[in-house]
T-cell receptor, first 117, second 110 residues
């Protein structure tokens, strides 16, 4: 199998605080993970590509100092939303590419719903 | 910036009807995927197409990749309420970084 988990599944925080979201590949190694953001009833927007052991590559318009990404191991990438504000409220989804399978294959996590009050 | 436009945006049909969802771009993709997403969950991969003109079938679902690899379609035959969900196409060009389409929300009424 290829299971990707995210923690927490839901988080509510106060404006100005930072929130860390974890993305784990449970039964495989992932050199590359992707972070997406999804607004209600909208499509997924790619935020950044996270590569193990190197700096993340951010998409145009995504603030790297606002959304800190760390990919410290082959099974874990974290997204930290710093100084969160209500407009950061969204559904955040990660995906992971599995070593040894066709390059185009990515496995998605169940998502994390963030609500900033 | 690569854009993937899906049409229609919303579709509400009766059980048993057929439907087609389109995914169009002006960009060429090395591969294209279709996903279905349920509310509050991550997307689930339905199919990957990589060759221009390729047709793949998954039970009642038929996927086609355009000859020029710029567009794709998803046809559902005899839709069922279980087909309800958000359908997303996603295209990649060389770097295996996928850009998602605008989405089509399907509702099949019993």
């Amino acid at each position: 199998g290829a299971v990707v988990s995210q923690h927490p599944s839901r988080v509510i925080c106060k404006s100005g605080t930072s929130v860390k979201i974890e993305c784990r590949s449970l039964d495989f190694q992932a050199t590359t993970m992707f972070w997406y953001r999804q607004f209600p009833k909208k499509s997924l927007m790619l935020m950044a590509t996270s590569n193990e052991g190197s700096k993340a590559t951010y998409e145009q318009g995504v603030e790297k100092d606002k959304f800190l990404i760390n990919h410290a191991s082959l099974t874990l990438s974290t997204l930290t939303v710093t100084s969160a504000h209500p407009e950061d409220s969204s559904f955040y989804i990660c995906s992971a590419k599995k070593l040894g399978v066709p390059q185009e294959t990515q496995y998605f996590g169940p998502g994390t719903r963030l609500l900033v009050l | 910036t690569q854009l993937l436009e899906q049409s229609p945006q919303f579709l509400s049909i009766q059980e048993g009807e057929n439907l087609t969802v389109y995914c169009n771009s002006s960009s060429v993709f090395s591969s294209l995927q279709w996903y279905r997403q349920e509310p509050g969950e991550g997307p689930v991969l339905l199919v990957t197409v990589v060759t221009g003109g390729e047709v793949k079938k998954l039970k009642r679902l038929t996927f086609q990749f355009g000859d020029a690899r710029k567009d794709s379609s998803l046809h559902i035959t005899a839709a069922q309420p279980g087909d309800t969900g958000l359908y997303l196409c996603a295209g990649a060009s060389g770097t295996y970084k996928y850009i998602f389409g605008t989405g089509t929300r399907l509702k099949v009424l019993a």
